[in-house]
T-cell receptor, first 114, second 109 residues
Framework: EPEVTQTPSHQVTQMGQEVILRCVPI?????FYWYRQILGQKVEFLVS????????KSEIFDDQFSVERPDGSNFTLKIRSTKLEDSAMYFC????????????FGDGTRLSIL | GQQLNQSPQSMFIQEGEDVSMNCTSS?????WLWYKQDPGEGPVLLIA?????ELTSNGRLTAQFGITRKDSFLNISASIPSDVGIYFC?????????FGTGTSLTVIP
């Protein structure tokens, strides 16, 4: 069964550094998402992406965040100048084009900011 | 953002018991989803509900989409040790999905 893959599984970065988290969504999916989960808390929506542009974003997704689909398969989340509070699990998800169809999640990248 | 209240926050049950958890929202949704998350992994979809009043089963799991479209519940019958994990509800309206606060389930053998 096709799945969403994320790399790396764990990223350790110094505060203030830039980090790029990578995702390969399921190949025929059209909607892509990034979520964040701080340890022990709920999954929080960051951004959705469709047709090569951001369709919706949350208040968490401020100017230090950006997303890109640089080619036909990858979907990346960049954090420009990381802060301690950016430490969390970051999940990528994708779904097909039909409204309301569920998302399929990757296993996440654990981001640790030192 | 949207607030989904999920209860209970945690449950400790004996193996073989039935489990019930629910999710409520102040807003209506077009889709309700239930996910399970194991430690260190991403959420895995259990059940998707698309119509108010819909009752759907997946093995020992049963979920319902509330008539008001503002709530949903998940039941697990005859729990087993591998049911341990965190269960999240999610509501969708349009292209955005909102997650509940999670229910942590512990099954005691």
């Amino acid at each position: 069964e096709p799945e969403v893959t994320q790399t790396p599984s764990h990223q350790v970065t110094q505060m203030g550094q830039e980090v790029i988290l990578r995702c390969v969504p399921i190949s025929n999916h059209l909607y892509f998402y990034w979520y964040r989960q701080i340890l022990g808390q709920k999954v929080e929506f960051l951004v959705s992406f469709y047709n090569n542009e951001i369709s919706e974003k949350s208040e968490i997704f401020d100017d230090q965040f950006s997303v890109e689909r640089p080619d036909g398969s990858n979907f990346t989340l960049k954090i420009r100048s990381t802060k301690l509070e950016d430490s969390a699990m970051y999940f990528c998800a994708s779904r097909n084009g039909r409204m309301g169809q569920p998302q399929h999640f990757g296993d996440g990248t654990r981001l640790s900011i030192l | 953002g949207q607030q989904l209240n999920q209860s209970p926050q945690s449950m400790f049950i004996q193996e073989g018991e039935d489990v019930s958890m629910n999710c409520t929202s102040s807003s209506i949704f077009n889709t309700w989803l239930w996910y399970k998350q194991d430690p260190g992994e991403g959420p895995v979809l259990l059940i998707a509900l698309y119509k108010a009043g819909e009752l759907t089963s997946n093995g020992r799991l049963t979920a319902q989409f509330g008539i008001t479209r503002k709530d949903s519940f998940l039941n697990i019958s005859a729990s087993i040790p591998s049911d341990v994990g965190i269960y999240f509800c999610a509501g969708s309206f349009g292209n955005q999905f909102y997650f509940g606060t999670g229910t942590s389930l512990t099954v005691i053998p």
